[in-house]
């Protein structure tokens, strides 16, 4: 995946739906909330906008997206050096500092 689509976009929302209710299993009605519903709701506002200023609206609204989740380059563009500074690399080396002191004081 490389980009968020609608579909993408309405699957996280039931995810999130759910996670914040107090149910605990899944059913595609819960109560008075029709999960099958609010998918398609979501769904049809991204691929069935009325109209052509509402299709770009939705266009950038999904490029949007795109960039905030996937960044605006791809991964594998990015050099090494960019690589070894993203935060989640910064946490590891973190990591490894502290086990190996806590290895090396014991």
Avoid at 31 to 54: L, N
Avoid at 55 to 64: F, K, P, S, Y
Wanted: some cysteine.
């Amino acid at each position: 995946m490389k980009k968020v689509t609608p579909r993408s976009i309405a699957y996280i929302a039931c995810l999130v739906r759910f996670s914040l209710s107090s149910v605990t299993s899944w059913r595609s009605v819960d109560g008075d909330f029709d999960y099958v519903q609010f998918w398609r709701t979501i769904v049809d506002f991204f691929e069935r906008p009325p109209g052509r200023d509402a299709q770009r609206r939705v266009d950038r609204l999904l490029e949007w997206w795109s960039r905030k989740v996937f960044g605006r380059s791809h991964h594998n563009d990015i050099s090494d050096a960019a690589k070894a500074s993203m935060s989640v690399n910064a946490l590891a080396k973190q990591r490894a500092q502290r086990d190996d002191a806590a290895f090396d004081s014991a």
